[in-house]
């Protein structure tokens, strides 16, 4: 595969819309904050656990800052009102040798689209390519979609770390 910092590939939808999946870019700060402000506070709450609508300078830093060996991002980008936006994103985070957890998020108007199993069919490509072994997510229990997307991709229940969330993990090997 190549440089995982330069991908890019055109997907259709569901519904025949086209979008590009993408990797994150430092310039994409702006449109990242422009997708949030469009998110539902159930959404927010579903991707950080809180009710979460301004991000610290660390935080953001650290959602933007991706070295795409570690930290890998990419965001789902579409024709939007006759510009381009930013419509959802997913990311991987090596948390030790081989492993890494999973989030994603969805614009809540392009949700049920498709875009997270895009973007998971997407991540675990470049996971696999990268040599790692494991991914994880940590999901609410009620966030049924998202459960479903892990579902859909071999994603099973393991032991939980916290009892508010289901623990998933899926082998890569």
Known sequence: ??????????????????????????????????????????????????????????????????????????????????????????RYIVVESGQAEMAFVVIDAWQGRGIGSLLMRHLVEIARDAGLHELTAEVLPENAQMLSVFGKFGFKPAARRDPQTVHLALTLD
């Open 1 to 90: 595969m190549s440089d995982p910092a330069n991908y890019a590939k055109q997907e259709l939808l569901r519904d025949g819309s086209s979008v590009e999946i993408r990797a994150l870019r430092p310039t994409d700060e702006g449109d990242m904050l422009a997708a949030l402000a469009q998110i539902s506070a159930q959404s927010l709450q579903r991707r950080f656990f809180a009710m979460k609508r301004h991000f610290s300078d660390k935080e953001r830093a650290f959602f933007m800052n991706v070295d795409f060996r570690n930290h890998v991002a990419l965001v789902v980008v579409a024709g939007d009102a006759g510009r381009q936006t930013i419509v959802g994103g997913g």
